[in-house]
């Protein structure tokens, strides 16, 4: 949705804090792991209650049951994020180090979906995709494929994209300018460009994973293609020698170009959802109020009622869509994203019998201050949870140090805590896939009164509690017991450490986690 210039500091902003030194004695046992974790001074760490962990099983697809998206037959809610710099075409903004960082802040905020960009067409970065048509850069690819490995490490999964309607990355236009054309409606109705892009469905969709050895479409990592980063069809959009599209044309172009290239996605690749990538802007009467009009071509009804479509996609940007946005009055403000979203949601569970999700939205601080930012940002959180919208994915978290070239980049430190705040709500509404979300090791060690259980697959009984997460109580827990028998008898299992010893260190490296 917004201009992709790339930011100017690549330096990531997350440096590694001091390990402390601290010896067992210099600790009671009285200490609870907040007070513990003030008295060490341990970086980043405070006394309020971890995230939940809203990690998702790495060896199964999301699928639908009728207006939920579902894991292993369990219902899941999504707290996403856009990132666009991880899959970008400079290689500087776009490392293998920052990729991790980025996971890991997603991590750290409770994120389980996050969406992604596999396109990126004649541009000039070292990690351009498809520099020309049919050609691909696998440097690119294999970046694609850290990406992938990163969310997969995490639990977290992934939506596509497959090509983007505006030219930041390209995009349609560049298809139509290599088929010596000019417009979208060309993009949308030539044989030629057709092609192309059937073509860079193909080769993503069967891409062998250099990490994991699995093609992409064979890759439970992935939660659903879209065909397009919010696909439209503007009545004016067209070669400059033909007249403008009369409605309902340009709305029935759109919808054939769904209806094709869904249905060409769902014979490759019959294990992933589709969906459009669509703003959801309802197709009205000329005298109806932008978005709603018929302008755009867009359809949020008809376009996702095909059986080729999985879930409907909608985006909400007031900043763009109405003209005075902080004006209660205007014809979209602000004030009406909640009602914007429910409406949504709604038409989608009840029209359609599919889920919704919310894949773009934010405020901008070109035009308001971050208090306003927030106070929006929590109202829409709000009115998504109480419509159960399947996935809310806000544009877009970035580092730290990535600049704000737009007024749309999301900043922890700004706003974390909103997004903390849903994965509460999305782990409520989630299935527990037996308790420890489907990526742990179900064995448990006594320790002491707890049964332990590993809850990260990483061979490390982190869970004491037993409720499916780390949190201050499992450290507490853990420094009552280390001489346990429970503990001593199976010391890999508790060297959170990794240096090949038990003790108070590993209780120190416990709480770092947390």
Known sequence: MTDHTPHTNHDSNRPAPDQPRASRRGVMKAIGAGAAAATLGIAGISP???TPDVSLPTDEFVETDGTEFVIDGEPVYFNGANNFWITDDDANAATEERVDAVFDLFDELGINL???????????????????PGV??????????????????RGMKLIVALVDNWDHEGGMLQYAEWADAESRYEFYTMDETREMYRNHVETILTRENSYSGLEWRDDPTIAMWELANEPRLEQDDVPNDMDDLEPPEHQEILGEWIQEMSAYIKDLDDNHLVST?????????????????????????????YD????????????????????????????????????????????LGI???????????????????NEFLEEWYDAADAVDCNAVIPWQVVLEDTQDHDGFQLYASDSGSIIEDYAEVVAEKSGDWDGDN?????????????????????????DFTGDGETTHDDVTAFFENLEDDGVQDNPEAFDFAENDELGFTDVVELLRQV
């Open 136 to 153: 691909y850069n696998e440097a690119a690819l294999e970046h694609h494929d850290y990406v992938i490995e990163a969310a997969r490490e």
């Open 308 to 351: 080729t479509i999985d879930a409907a996609s909608f985006h909400l940007y007031p900043d763009h869509w109405g003209d005075n946005p902080a004006d209660p009055d205007d014809r979209l403000s602000l004030h009406d994203g909640a009602d914007y979203i429910t409406e949504r949601v709604e038409d989608a569970h009840n029209e």
């Open 438 to 462: 489907g990526n742990g090791d179900e064995e448990t060690i006594a320790v002491g009164e707890y049964n332990t259980t590993d809850t990260t697959s990483d061979g490390l009984h982190n």
């Open 48 to 50: 309020a209650a971890a």
């Open 277 to 305: 990538g669509s703003e959801g802007h309802y197709y009205g009467h000329w005298e109806d109020d932008y978005p709603d009009d018929d302008w755009d071509g867009q359809d949020y009804l008809e376009h996702h009622s």
């Open 114 to 132: 996050v969406r992604i960009w596999a396109h990126g067409e004649a541009k000039e970065g070292e990690l351009v995709l498809q520099p020309e």
């Open 355 to 373: 889920p919704a999700y919310l894949g773009e939205f934010n405020v901008n601080l070109y035009d308001h201050d971050l208090e306003t930012r």
